[in-house]
């Protein structure tokens, strides 16, 4: 029995890949952004913690492209099922670990799984989107998966208030495991080899590279909010960790609202560039604002900050539908990805230090401002960015 969609007829179907990534929303942002908080706690510095988060960035970075790539030339259920191993390998091995050398290991574990799952999941969406309703597709898509990334974070944040990390870890590494068995009873996707050459010539032009330039850039926030967010709360506000995560989820509601409605207005809009130029106005302004008091205040512009995001994620999901070929989407989305997680590796091997030094509010406004000059870059490059999206 499959869960079900037949990629082999040209058929995408979207219930089974929302079901797998919100099982994968789940047992990754339950404890992911409270990460930074752990290593704190069994002693490792700032600059260790930017260290292992930098290498957790670099791996999934890394394997970008090449999971790309298999996407296209292997079946994406199979490149699930090995993600999710990966996953539970580096869950499981945290809850024990405390030497910095073993925590390396596991922390390469950890970005290869999230590389894999991400890649295969979001390849089978790309795959089934036609004319007419790709935003729709997309829009739904984040929608679900943003609000389990929202339910998990709040889930995590009292669970590990009520529990120690090592018992969350564990539930995390055990359902990654359960999700990995899952994973085959996905429908059959189509390989299809193009040569690399065919990747390059998609990715030819200065308006595609630009792009590029700008993805890469915008993911600095990433890193910020990594090294930063969940420790930033504690200090300025006296968050407890379930106040932490009652805020972070909350917040990521207005992430999936936005992903939602931009994937609807997409399909109706003759361009979508004004839509994302404001979205990065949004993302950038609120990202800055946030550093401060009160927290009520604070939690407002996050809201804004993250429909800023949501409103770019979704359409970056258009962007790519409509320039490349099915057969080759894969591998040029994941030409993207390498953009944006290169972006925020580098970002959290700087942002690390920094928050330990000058404060964890300064990583947050100084990546809200590099978010504004991506829009400065937008705007510049518009009419060749947008050729023909």
């Given at each position: 029995?499959?869960?079900?969609?037949?990629?082999?007829a040209?058929?995408?179907?979207?219930?089974?890949?929302?079901?797998?990534?919100?099982?994968?929303?789940?047992?990754?942002?339950?404890?992911?952004?409270?990460?930074?908080?752990?290593?704190?706690?069994?002693?490792?510095?700032?600059?260790?913690?930017?260290l292992?988060?930098?290498?957790f960035?670099?791996?999934?970075?890394?394997?970008?492209?090449?999971?790309?790539?298999?996407?296209?030339?292997?079946?994406?259920?199979?490149?699930?099922?090995?993600?999710?191993?990966?996953?539970?390998?580096?869950?499981?091995?945290?809850?024990?670990?405390?030497?910095?050398?073993?925590l390396?290991?596991?922390?390469?574990?950890?970005?290869?799984g999230?590389?894999?799952?991400?890649?295969?999941?979001?390849?089978?969406?790309?795959?089934?989107?036609?004319?007419?309703?790709?935003?729709?597709?997309?829009?739904?898509?984040?929608?679900v998966?943003?609000?389990?990334?929202?339910?998990?974070?709040?889930?995590?944040?009292?669970?590990l208030?009520?529990?120690?990390?090592?018992?969350?870890?564990?539930?995390?590494g055990w359902?990654?495991?359960?999700?990995?068995?899952?994973?085959?009873?996905?429908?059959?996707?189509?390989?299809?080899?193009?040569?690399?050459?065919?990747?390059?010539?998609?990715?030819?032009g200065?308006?595609?590279?630009?792009?590029?330039?700008?993805?890469?850039?915008?993911?600095f926030?990433?890193?910020?909010?990594?090294?930063?967010?969940?420790?930033f709360?504690?200090?300025?506000?006296?968050f407890t960790?379930g106040?932490?995560?009652l805020?972070?989820?909350?917040?990521?509601?207005?992430?999936?609202?936005a992903?939602?409605?931009?994937?609807?207005?997409?399909?109706?809009?003759?361009?979508?560039?004004?839509?994302?130029?404001?979205?990065?106005?949004?993302?950038?302004?609120?990202?800055i604002?946030m550093?401060?008091?009160?927290?009520?205040?604070?939690f407002?512009?996050?809201?804004?900050?993250?429909?800023?995001?949501?409103?770019?994620?979704?359409?970056i999901?258009?962007?790519?539908?409509?320039?490349?070929?099915?057969?080759?989407?894969?591998?040029?989305?994941?030409a993207?990805?390498?953009?944006?997680?290169?972006?925020?590796a580098?970002?959290?091997?700087?942002?690390?230090?920094?928050?330990a030094?000058?404060?964890?509010?300064?990583?947050?406004?100084?990546?809200?401002?590099?978010i504004?000059?991506?829009?400065?870059?937008?705007r510049?490059?518009?009419?060749?960015?947008f050729?023909?999206?």
């Amino acid at each position: 029995m499959a869960l079900h969609m037949n990629t082999s007829a040209g058929k995408t179907g979207l219930a089974g890949p929302i079901l797998i990534s919100a099982g994968r929303a789940l047992i990754y942002r339950m404890t992911f952004f409270f990460l930074p908080l752990y290593l704190l706690g069994i002693g490792r510095s700032g600059w260790e913690v930017g260290l292992l988060m930098s290498l957790f960035a670099v791996t999934t970075l890394v394997l970008a492209m090449p999971s790309g790539l298999f996407n296209d030339r292997v079946e994406s259920r199979k490149l699930l099922a090995a993600g999710f191993v990966c996953l539970a390998v580096f869950f499981l091995g945290i809850r024990t670990a405390a030497g910095l050398p073993l925590l390396i290991v596991f922390f390469l574990f950890g970005g290869a799984g999230a590389s894999l799952t991400q890649l295969s999941i979001e390849s089978l969406v790309l795959k089934g989107a036609r004319e007419g309703r790709r935003g729709r597709r997309f829009g739904l898509y984040s929608l679900v998966t943003t609000l389990v990334f929202a339910a998990a974070a709040v889930a995590g944040g009292f669970l590990l208030g009520a529990r120690d990390f090592r018992a969350v870890f564990a539930i995390s590494g055990w359902g990654a495991l359960v999700l990995a068995a899952l994973s085959p009873l996905l429908g059959r996707s189509r390989p299809v080899f193009s040569p690399v050459s065919s990747y390059r010539r998609d990715l030819s032009g200065r308006g595609k590279r630009i792009f590029v330039l700008i993805l890469f850039f915008f993911a600095f926030h990433w890193g910020a909010e990594v090294t930063s967010y969940t420790p930033f709360l504690r200090h300025k506000f006296g968050f407890t960790l379930g106040q932490t995560g009652l805020y972070m989820g909350c917040a990521l509601a207005a992430l999936a609202a936005a992903s939602w409605a931009g994937g609807r207005f997409s399909d109706r809009l003759l361009s979508i560039r004004h839509a994302m130029a404001a979205g990065f106005l949004l993302s950038g302004i609120a990202q800055i604002m946030m550093v401060f008091p009160p927290w009520r205040m604070s939690f407002g512009f996050r809201l804004l900050h993250e429909a800023g995001d949501g409103m770019i994620l979704v359409l970056i999901f258009f962007w790519v539908s409509k320039l490349f070929h099915q057969d080759r989407v894969s591998g040029n989305y994941g030409a993207l990805t390498f953009a944006l997680l290169a972006g925020q590796a580098v970002s959290s091997f700087i942002f690390g230090p920094i928050g330990a030094a000058f404060g964890y509010a300064a990583p947050l406004w100084i990546s809200g401002i590099v978010i504004l000059l991506c829009l400065a870059l937008l705007r510049r490059y518009r009419h060749e960015i947008f050729e023909n999206v």
